[in-house]
Each structure stands twice: as C-alpha cells, then as structure tokens.
T-cell receptor, first 112, second 115 residues
Framework: GDSVTQMEGPVTLSEEAFLTINCTYTATGYPSLFWYVQYPGEGLQLLLKATKADDKGSNKGFEATYRKETTSFHLEKGSVQVSDSAVYFCALSVFNFNKFYFGSGTKLNVKP | EAGVAQSPRYKIIEKRQSVAFWCNPISGHATLYWYQQILGQGPKLLIQFQNNGVVDDSQLPKDRFSAERLKGVDSTLKIQPAKLEDSAVYLC?????????????FGPGTRLTVT
C-alpha cells in the first residue's frame, strides 16, 4: 500500500547549520509529495510540494526534490534558524483517490 | 481568506462519556478530512468527505466514532463512548480539487484528553 517513511527525531542543530530530513515513499500510482510543518501549539501548515518527478519544491529557504528513481523527497535547508524549530511531516497524496498519507514526523530543535 | 475553523480547542472528559467536535472548512472546499493525531505520531485519516458523501471511512472505529457533513459544508465528529486511547488531537482539513494536486489546509485541531 501507499506509505511514507521519514527519519526519526529529534534532530538537534546549531543555528546556521545545514539541515537534511530524509523521506522515502511507497506508492502504487504517481503521487504528489508534500512537506508540512507544525509549530508548537499550532496546526499543520504546508511548507512545500512537488507534483511530478524531478520537480523541486521550495519555500522559506527549504527545498525538496521529487526523486522517482530513489522514491525520495528529502527536505533540506542550507542555514537553519531558531524559528525553524518545529515538527516536520512528509506526506503523499494519490491523485486519483485524493488520499493523503503522512509520515510519523521529525522534530527539529535549533539551538542559538 | 478565512482558514479552517475548529471548536472546541480543548476538551477533557471521562472515559465512557461522549464528545463532539465541529469543523467549518474553507469556503468552496469540496473535500473535508478528519484526522486523529496521537502524541508523537503523524496524522491518521479517520474519514474523508467529498461534498456531503463519504469517500473513505475505512479507519474510522465505527462502533464508537461517527461523523457527518450535512449540506456539504460544516462537519461534526462524535465519539461515544470515549476510551482512554482516544486521547489525541483531532484535526480537520479541507481541500479544493485542482487538476494537479489536492493540497490540504488544516485547522488548529481539538486536543482531547480522556481520563
């Protein structure tokens, strides 16, 4: 079945460090891929998305590239800030069925 | 544009009691989702509506959970009777169909504590 696997956290980094959060997926069709972010006490917010292979989603300095050959959608940021501390969720949607599947989330802690 | 609204934000009940959550999606969004997010886990889909019809409720514990979306707008999720393991955040989301992807917009959630 369709599923998403992402690296376990928490991930603790110093400010200005490079961030990678790994995400791999399994899908029967051609999914769209998403990264959502959940700040403390808030709901999930869409961070970025990619709808087809080789697409790169980007927002707020974060990037992720849809790699069909490795079934991956890793999240990266060149220089993290304290304000990036949150839980990050990788997700996929199957177009034809309009279903979403979420990973278990990776908590990021950025220290000043 | 107003976001997805949910109420209440917090609820504490005893086991075997009943509880109801309300969701108002973004205007014009045909698809509405209810998710259960247990602490430390990702959201798990409970039920998905397309207008006022159910698309998927395969993971809804139907012996105690029920949901409705009258007139294809607001939705209510009910738990009766509640169990300790129902303690979680209940998220409502909505989406607008598009030709390329189904992007979801989430409400702030209702945090349920069952004691």
């Amino acid at each position: 079945g369709d599923s998403v696997t992402q690296m376990e956290g928490p991930v603790t980094l110093s400010e200005e460090a490079f961030l990678t959060i790994n995400c791999t997926y399994t899908a029967t069709g051609y999914p769209s891929l998403f990264w959502y972010v959940q700040y403390p006490g808030e709901g999930l917010q869409l961070l970025l998305k990619a709808t087809k292979a080789d697409d790169k989603g980007s927002n707020k300095g974060f990037e992720a590239t849809y790699r069909k050959e490795t079934t991956s959608f890793h999240l990266e940021k060149g220089s993290v800030q304290v304000s990036d501390s949150a839980v990050y969720f990788c997700a996929l949607s199957v177009f034809n069925f309009n279903k979403f599947y979420f990973g278990s989330g990776t908590k990021l802690n950025v220290k000043p | 544009e107003a976001g997805v609204a949910q109420s209440p934000r917090y609820k504490i009940i005893e086991k075997r009691q009943s509880v109801a959550f309300w969701c108002n999606p973004i205007s014009g969004h045909a698809t509405l989702y209810w998710y259960q997010q247990i602490l430390g886990q990702g959201p798990k889909l409970l039920i998905q509506f397309q207008n006022n019809g159910v698309v998927d409720d395969s993971q809804l514990p139907k012996d105690r959970f029920s949901a409705e979306r009258l007139k294809g707008v607001d939705s209510t999720l009910k738990i009766q009777p509640a169990k300790l393991e129902d303690s979680a955040v209940y998220l409502c989301a909505s989406s607008l169909e598009s030709s390329s992807s189904y992007e979801q917009y989430f409400g702030p959630g209702t945090r349920l504590t069952v004691t």
